[in-house]
Nanobody, 123 residues
Framework: QVQLVESGGGLVQAGDSLRLSCAAS????????MGWFRQAPGKEREFVAT????????SYADSVKGRFTIYRDNAKNTVYLQMTSLKPEDTAVYYC????????????????WGQGTQVTVSS
């Protein structure tokens, strides 16, 4: 089992930056690829970013490419999502997730999920 706890969400203005953190406990953090997903009201959960076990390779949704950065610190059992140039359409609950497979963009491939953290971007 892996327990994931997100933090860092909040209310910001368009153009602002925010960093989300996801702290893991339980099984070896470095054994899992990690991903960030988000879900806006009335919409399905969507892929945001993913990172390999070592952190050497990342992948992003087109909607956030160039604005968001995913990275991890395996010594701290934490994965981060640095978000810049935030837009109102980035408003959602953000979830981190752990997968035994790398570079997966579909939520079905992720075995463990956090409870989510709300990000609200005002215009």
């Amino acid at each position: 089992q892996v327990q994931l706890v997100e933090s860092g969400g909040g209310l910001v203005q368009a153009g602002d930056s925010l960093r989300l953190s996801c702290a893991a406990s339980g099984r070896t953090f470095s054994a899992y690829a990690m991903g960030w997903f988000r879900q806006a009201p009335g919409k399905e959960r969507e892929f945001v970013a993913t990172i390999t076990r070592s952190g050497s390779i990342t992948s992003y949704a087109d909607s956030v490419k160039g604005r968001f950065t995913i990275y991890r610190d395996n010594a701290k059992n934490t994965v981060y999502l640095q978000m810049t140039s935030l837009k109102p359409e980035d408003t959602a609950v953000y979830y981190c997730a752990a997968s035994g497979l790398s570079m997966k963009t579909m939520s079905a491939y992720y075995d463990y999920w956090g409870q989510g953290t709300q990000v609200t971007v005002s215009s």
